[in-house]
């Protein structure tokens, strides 16, 4: 079975900071990992996909497979960044069924 | 273009009653997903449609929930006989095709059982 954890609900930072949010997972084959947000009052978009290997906004994540972790991290968190991230799980690239499997979401608060 | 809509935005609804969500995909996108969003559960799947058929239902909580798919485009989630813990948001996602495979979602139906 695949599951996505996100071991912290709430998360707080000042601005300037370095964040980081943890995403682990558990799937026996080869998945596919994302982040999505959501911004106050804003429907739920991508932001990164593992594939992309991307710089999206300043954030960054690498999924490293030991670990089976998909962390996200930004450099410098400026106030814009407050939002619940979701850690999401495909099954393998490609799946024709496509099911995204979500963590719970770590709540980011960037204090000015 | 426009993206997913879903309406209503917000439905509020007496225990017993039934009721219906609709979701309307982006245009050309054949799958779409229907997902729920509670407090301290996340993101539950509920229900996957490739065209109009359902290959996927297992995330539908009790047989009150069902959910069809016309015509390749709209799609209605439909809740019988509703009960507290059914109070959600209920998002709506459809997917690429293309290169990118992404999902965009809806801005969901915030759905209030009292």
């Known amino acids: 079975a695949q599951r996505v954890t996100q071991p912290e609900k709430l998360l707080s930072v000042f601005k300037g900071a370095p964040v980081e949010l943890k995403c682990n997972y558990s799937?026996?084959?080869?998945?596919?990992l994302f982040w999505y947000v959501q911004y106050s009052r804003q429907r739920l978009q991508l932001l990164l996909r593992?594939?992309s290997r991307e710089s999206i906004k300043g954030f960054t994540a690498d999924l490293n497979k030991g670990e089976t972790s998909f962390h996200l991290k930004k450099p410098f968190a400026q106030e814009e960044d407050s939002a619940m991230y979701y850690c999401?799980?495909?099954?393998?690239?490609?799946?024709?069924?496509?099911?995204?499997?979500f963590g719970r979401g770590t709540q980011l608060t960037v204090w000015p | 273009g426009a993206g997913v809509s879903q309406s209503p935005s917000n439905k509020v609804t007496e225990k017993g009653k039934d009721v219906e969500l609709r979701c309307d995909p982006i245009?050309?996108?054949?799958?779409l997903y229907w997902y729920r969003q509670s407090l301290g559960q996340g993101l539950e799947f509920l229900i996957y449609?490739?065209?109009?058929?359902?290959?996927?239902k297992s995330g539908l909580p009790s047989d009150r929930f069902s959910a069809e798919r016309t015509g390749g485009s709209v799609s209605t989630l439909t809740i019988q006989r509703t009960q507290q813990e059914d109070s959600a948001v209920y998002l709506c996602?459809?997917?690429?095709?293309?290169?990118?495979?992404?999902?965009?979602f809806g801005p969901g139906t915030r759905l209030t059982v009292l």
């Open positions: 996602a459809s997917r690429d095709p293309g290169g990118t495979d992404t999902q965009y």
């Open positions: 799937y026996s084959g080869s998945p596919e």
């Open positions: 593992h594939i």
């Open positions: 999401a799980l495909r099954r393998g690239r490609g799946s024709t069924l496509g099911r995204l499997y």
């Open positions: 245009s050309g996108h054949t799958a």
């Open positions: 449609f490739q065209g109009n058929s359902a290959p996927d």
